[in-house]
């Protein structure tokens, strides 16, 4: 799925143009036991109530392509008669209407989660008539080719509150509360079927994160049995030691630099011309930079063995998993100096005298602790 299509579901999925008739819910306690199950009609719910369900589904939808969401793909044997697809499907088939597929269902994320605290699992079934889109990007609701029905699931902490003084209007006095049982975000969830090309795809899910850090492993493993993809911070740390250990004493700032302003200069580049397919580089794309900064072919060998090695063979990756195109920052043990990434061009290093130091250009408005200070002219430095 691309930014347009999730962007067209997550507009539909809302109280006055769903065609969601129940919300379905499990709660469940930290020591993974069911509180209590239920089925609410979305029909008779308040307005405010509705909204809020519909609000915590919507949030699954969030977030960044290759970051928060995840692709998910199934194998062709998968789709042709697997246990885990075959769940999925029912469940869509039945729209969630079966008490024993959903209690299937529960247990099988109860068995795959862990939360310090309670949560709640929530299930909806949607049905969007995906209006007919022309040439011109114009769309025609009365021209509907396509019907798109898809499961959506939120799993959401439940925290409690501390009791606190709250206002009592009646009474126009503040009194003392109990503890509340408050839902938050969701912290994962997905989609499925995907919807790819605006239309239905068996073949894919959409997986929700909301911690970048954790990759939810068993979930994954759990409900869709396919490889899981390695979370977006993890694969930013795994390039920076890739570069560090592959190009060794060629891994220079100057390299360093051109890699970050590259890629940074592709996301803007892709950002600019609104092109709604994610970005994607290869390795091939990062060798080419690494050549045109003087990189020696050993080296540029060793990279290639190492990054088949961190992310798969010929795999491609997401540019803004790998660097943080909104900083740029040199740290030592003792110093940590941040730039703007378009003007990483002011700082170098240098040795002189045989120390080895990083320069940083300051031709005006210098501060020191918010003080605007004057750097007085010396004899220069001899390198």
Do not use: W
């Not at 589904?57 to 692709?71: A, E, F, W």
């Not at 912290?187 to 239905?200: E, H, I, K, M």
């Not at 250990?245 to 950002?271: P, T, W, Y």
């Amino acid at each position: 799925m691309n930014d347009k299509e999730i962007g067209e579901i997550r507009r539909h999925l809302r109280r006055d143009r769903s065609n969601m008739t129940t919300i379905y819910g499990c709660y469940v306690n930290a020591q993974k036991e069911i509180i209590s199950e239920f089925s609410q009609s979305l029909g008779i719910m308040p307005e405010n109530e509705s909204e809020k369900y519909f609000a915590l589904l919507k949030r699954t939808l969030s977030g960044t392509l290759g970051k928060n969401l995840i692709d998910i793909s199934f194998k062709t044997s998968q789709v042709a008669g697997s246990p885990e697809h075959q769940l999925l499907m029912d469940l869509r088939q039945t729209r969630l209407k079966d008490d024993e597929l959903r209690r299937d269902f529960y247990q099988k994320i109860i068995d795959s989660v862990s939360f310090e605290d309670s949560y709640l699992i929530l299930l909806g079934c949607d049905s969007y008539d995906v209006p007919f889109k022309s040439k011109d990007d114009s769309t025609q609701a009365d021209q509907s080719e396509e019907v798109y029905t898809y499961l959506v699931c939120a799993i959401c902490p439940v925290k409690q509150t501390k009791p606190n003084l709250h206002y009592v209007a009646e009474e126009k006095l503040f009194h003392d509360g109990a503890m509340a049982q408050m839902v938050s975000a969701p912290q994962l969830g997905f989609l499925f079927p995907a919807f790819d090309n605006r239309a239905t795809n068996i073949y894919n899910a959409l997986f929700y994160s909301r911690d970048i850090k954790d990759g939810h492993d068993t979930f994954i493993e759990t409900i869709f049995n396919t490889a899981v993809p390695k979370p977006a911070a993890e694969q930013k740390q795994s390039f920076e030691a890739l570069l560090s250990a592959s190009l060794d004493d060629e891994c220079g700032m100057e390299v360093v630099q051109e890699v970050h302003n590259q890629l940074r200069q592709r996301i803007e580049m892709h950002k600019e011309a609104k092109v709604p397919e994610p970005l994607m580089i290869s390795k091939e794309d990062v060798k080419q930079v690494l050549k045109d900064c003087g990189v020696s072919e050993a080296h540029m060998a060793k990279f290639s063995v190492d990054y088949d090695e961190a992310f798969g063979f010929e795999a491609e990756l997401h540019p803004r998993n790998i660097i943080d195109d909104k900083h740029f920052e040199i740290k030592t043990p003792d110093v940590s100096i941040k730039v703007a990434p378009d003007r990483s061009d002011l700082i170098e290093t240098r040795v002189i005298g045989g120390v080895k130091y990083i320069l940083i250009c300051a031709d005006e408005n210098v501060e020191v602790n918010g003080v605007s200070i004057q750097i007085n002219d010396k004899e220069p430095a001899t390198v």
